[in-house]
């Protein structure tokens, strides 16, 4: 941490920052990147495959796409995606990736020193946020070109680190790797502080504004606290014009809420069944790891359970041909060892034997209880109970973030304010082109918090905000 922000961190009286960002996961370091004056222009040689977008493009040579109308540009685009900015990043940075092509970007970024928007990036972990927390071993969902942020390739990052990529994925431990580096190699750390935790964003008093002024914008007053090396905690409190909500949902795992789930072998992270196989006291002799849940997380406890030998029943509550399973909409050629799972949940089910030995799933099961015994519950589709020995849980059922620094823990910025805040399905409520709250001028969410679920569509969020903030600064009387 540079000698400049610790006087921020520590000075309640400073000049208030232009802009803070919470969480220093993808989203967090692209905003970085783009506010510390990188800024993405069009080659002048470059033709772009969707014919719209080409012609749009040349309408404004010269200008800078955070400089354009981003309405206006990603009009008529599809894709993977609800977001229009975050198609249109995507499609200027991997112009034509989802039809099998290798068409390189058509951006070209230029560093403007004289653009740059003062700023912090607080995060718990290292920058990479939640990658760091993840098994280093564990092979990342999307293509490796898709987890990169802009102007440094992972297979280019990958080729001079010696590492290669695994039927074109990456592990977890590059990726965490990767985004600690691009940190250092783009100039940026002076703008990061690692294990910082935010304890309260609020509304502070607006800035005064002379004779004829707008009315003045809302200042946000930001509270934490610091882990320093020795491990004593530094407070900290400062004063920001914007502040931007980059945390993720990782941060709090969802529960089942049956009783018994807070006994002491009920677990909600992979890294439970990781610590007791080290420590020996899980192992193919042991009585079995019930695992929870039809998701990639539960595939991939599956997946290390199964490679250590130790026997696991797996249970979930929807049927294995349900629709809405993820293994049915990921392509089997990109994702073998994931269909493999599902092809386990189909055919070991605890009624019909079949050729896994050390596992059987349970479909269509409702888990009612834990006993302090070690003994789980479960309603089968018939309504009849049934009663299995385990030594180890682990219930792997989605997360939800944790803003709990924020006033009623951000439930008013929701979509639908009466519903939990989710990722998927109530994510905060932002203007599409902006990334700024509806309800909350000067707050703006990015990545999961804004229903940008992969690290190749956060950037365009990034972008948005960019864009924003660069304009609202231009505004600004000198």
Same mark, same amino acid.
């Given at each position: 941490?540079?000698? /400049?922000?610790?006087?921020?961190?520590?000075?309640?009286?400073?000049?208030?920052?232009?802009?803070?960002?919470?969480?220093?996961?993808?989203?967090?370091?692209?905003?970085?990147?783009?506010? *510390?004056?990188?800024?993405?222009?069009?080659?002048?040689?470059? #033709?772009?495959?969707?014919?719209?977008?080409?012609?749009?493009?040349?309408?404004?040579?010269?200008?800078?796409?955070?400089?354009?109308?981003?309405?206006?540009?990603?009009?008529?685009?599809?894709?993977?995606?609800?977001?229009?900015?975050?198609?249109?990043?995507?499609?200027?940075?991997?112009?034509?990736?989802?039809?099998? =092509?290798?068409?390189? *970007?058509?951006?070209?970024?230029?560093?403007?020193?004289?653009?740059? #928007?003062?700023?912090?990036?607080?995060?718990?972990?290292?920058?990479?946020?939640?990658?760091?927390?993840?098994? =280093?071993?564990?092979?990342?969902?999307?293509?490796?070109?898709?987890?990169?942020?802009?102007?440094?390739?992972?297979?280019?990052?990958?080729?001079?680190?010696?590492?290669?990529?695994?039927? *074109?994925?990456?592990?977890?431990?590059?990726?965490?790797?990767?985004?600690?580096?691009?940190?250092?190699?783009? /100039?940026?750390?002076?703008?990061?502080?690692?294990?910082?935790?935010?304890?309260?964003?609020?509304?502070?008093?607006?800035?005064?504004?002379?004779? /004829?002024?707008?009315?003045?914008?809302?200042?946000?007053?930001?509270?934490?606290?610091?882990?320093?090396?020795?491990?004593?905690?530094?407070?900290?409190?400062?004063?920001?014009?914007?502040?931007?909500?980059?945390?993720?949902?990782?941060?709090?795992?969802?529960?089942?809420?049956?009783?018994?789930?807070?006994?002491?072998?009920?677990?909600?992270?992979?890294?439970?069944?990781?610590?007791?196989?080290?420590?020996?006291?899980?192992?193919?002799?042991?009585?079995?790891?019930?695992?929870?849940?039809?998701?990639?997380?539960?595939?991939?406890?599956?997946?290390?359970?199964?490679?250590?030998?130790?026997?696991? #029943?797996?249970?979930?509550?929807?049927?294995?041909?349900?629709?809405?399973?993820?293994?049915?909409?990921?392509?089997?050629?990109?994702?073998?060892?994931?269909?493999?799972?599902?092809?386990?949940?189909?055919?070991?089910?605890?009624?019909?034997?079949?050729?896994?030995?050390?596992?059987?799933?349970?479909?269509?099961?409702?888990?009612?209880?834990?006993?302090?015994?070690?003994?789980?519950?479960?309603?089968?589709?018939?309504?009849?109970?049934?009663?299995?020995?385990?030594?180890?849980?682990?219930?792997?059922?989605?997360?939800?973030?944790?803003?709990?620094?924020?006033?009623?823990?951000?439930?008013?910025?929701?979509?639908?304010?009466?519903?939990?805040?989710?990722?998927?399905?109530?994510?905060?409520?932002?203007?599409?082109?902006?990334?700024?709250?509806?309800?909350?001028? /000067?707050?703006?969410?990015?990545?999961?918090?804004?229903?940008?679920?992969?690290?190749?569509?956060?950037?365009?969020?990034?972008?948005?905000?960019?864009?924003?903030?660069?304009?609202?600064?231009?505004?600004?009387?000198?």
């Amino acid at each position: 941490m540079s000698n /400049g922000w610790k006087d921020h961190l520590g000075a309640s009286g400073s000049e208030p920052l232009p802009v803070v960002i919470i969480g220093n996961g993808p989203s967090g370091i692209c905003l970085s990147y783009l506010l *510390s004056g990188y800024s993405p222009y069009v080659k002048p040689d470059a #033709i772009h495959p969707h014919p719209m977008l080409q012609r749009k493009l040349t309408e404004a040579p010269g200008v800078s796409i955070v400089d354009q109308d981003l309405d206006y540009l990603s009009e008529g685009l599809e894709g993977r995606c609800q977001s229009p900015v975050a198609l249109l990043f995507d499609a200027l940075l991997r112009p034509d990736t989802d039809f099998g =092509g290798n068409v390189e *970007s058509v951006l070209t970024w230029k560093h403007q020193k004289e653009r740059a #928007i003062p700023h912090l990036v607080l995060g718990r972990n290292l920058p990479g946020g939640a990658w760091h927390s993840i098994e =280093g071993s564990m092979v990342t969902l999307s293509q490796g070109d898709w987890m990169g942020l802009p102007d440094l390739q992972v297979k280019d990052w990958m080729c001079r680190k010696r590492r290669g990529l695994r039927n *074109s994925r990456a592990t977890a431990g590059d990726m965490a790797h990767y985004y600690s580096d691009y940190v250092i190699k783009k /100039g940026l750390s002076h703008n990061f502080v690692s294990g910082a935790v935010v304890t309260a964003v609020e509304r502070g008093t607006p800035e005064p504004s002379g004779p /004829g002024a707008r009315d003045p914008s809302p200042l946000f007053q930001v509270n934490g606290f610091v882990t320093a090396e020795d491990r004593s905690q530094q407070p900290f409190s400062l004063c920001a014009r914007n502040v931007v909500l980059a945390t993720g949902t990782s941060d709090s795992p969802a529960r089942l809420g049956i009783p018994g789930e807070a006994l002491p072998f009920v677990h909600h992270d992979l890294s439970a069944l990781e610590a007791a196989t080290r420590a020996g006291t899980m192992s193919p002799a042991s009585d079995p790891v019930l695992i929870i849940g039809a998701g990639l997380s539960a595939a991939d406890a599956v997946l290390y359970a199964r490679h250590y030998n130790i026997p696991v #029943i797996h249970a979930f509550r929807r049927s294995v041909d349900d629709p809405g399973l993820v293994f049915n909409q990921l392509p089997k050629m990109l994702y073998p060892e994931y269909h493999k799972v599902h092809q386990m949940m189909r055919e070991q089910s605890i009624l019909s034997p079949s050729p896994y030995e050390g596992y059987r799933s349970l479909p269509e099961h409702q888990l009612l209880l834990f006993k302090e015994d070690r003994q789980a519950v479960f309603r089968d589709p018939q309504g009849l109970q049934k009663v299995f020995g385990i030594a180890l849980v682990l219930v792997l059922i989605g997360s939800h973030p944790d803003l709990s620094f924020l006033p009623g823990a951000g439930a008013d910025l929701a979509m639908d304010p009466n519903q939990p805040l989710s990722a998927k399905r109530n994510p905060i409520d932002v203007d599409p082109f902006t990334y700024q709250s509806i309800h909350q001028e /000067g707050l703006y969410a990015v990545g999961p918090l804004a229903g940008d679920n992969f690290v190749r569509f956060v950037q365009g969020g990034a972008l948005a905000v960019a864009s924003s903030l660069l304009r609202k600064e231009a505004r600004k009387p000198p």
